[in-house]
């Protein structure tokens, strides 16, 4: 039996807005994150087939793996806000942590959410990625944290929004 251990960790939640009514951001984002085809990657014969697939599907680093309309997931409360989640992420990518500690997984994929906010703005909410893994207290995984920043800070450019400071640091 392995030990049992707690290990606190901040967290940094991002909002960002975006220039687009949100079913405009929504269909940005979408194509920006495709979702990923688990057919395509089981049909590969090797890793080496796995990444060049995954740099096909994910020209900007992140495929969708999960999608959930919120807002329809709420129909019939008193609820009427308009909201996307998202799981997004790569597996070629966390695959680079997976290795060192699987317990990784555990904020991998990233948790995505477009939605529209208490002004009628439209808003992209995501938890930084170098915060989270660099809980992990291992330099190779706290490295893939960092890249994921810096691929997050093209994602957000990409839909039109101002890249937090926070996400640039010494990424840039």
């Not at 392995?2 to 929504?26: D, F």
């Not at 070629?92 to 939605?115: K, N």
């Not at 906010?117 to 490295?143: C, E, H, K, R, Y």
Request: charged fraction near 15%; aromatic fraction near 8%; charge should be negative.
């Amino acid at each position: 039996m392995g030990t049992s251990s707690t290990i606190e960790h901040q967290t940094r939640r991002l909002l960002v807005a975006l220039p687009q009514p949100y079913e405009e951001a929504v269909t940005v984002y979408e194509k920006l994150v495709p979702p990923v085809d688990p057919a395509a990657f089981a049909q590969a014969g090797s890793w080496n087939e796995v990444l060049e697939i995954a740099a096909l599907t994910a020209p900007h680093g992140f495929m969708c793996y999960y999608r959930s309309d919120i807002g329809a997931a709420m129909a019939g409360s008193p609820s009427k806000g308009r909201a996307t989640q998202y799981l997004m992420g790569n597996h070629t990518i966390a695959e680079r942590m997976f290795r060192h500690d699987p317990a990784v997984m555990l904020h991998a994929p990233l948790r995505t959410l477009v939605f529209v906010g208490p002004d009628g703005g439209t808003t992209f909410a995501v938890d930084q990625p170098s915060l989270m893994f660099g809980s992990f207290n291992d330099p190779i995984v706290t490295a893939v944290g960092r890249e994921l920043d810096s691929l997050l800070a093209t994602l957000i450019r990409l839909l039109g929004g101002q890249v937090p400071q926070e996400l640039i640091g010494e990424n840039e």
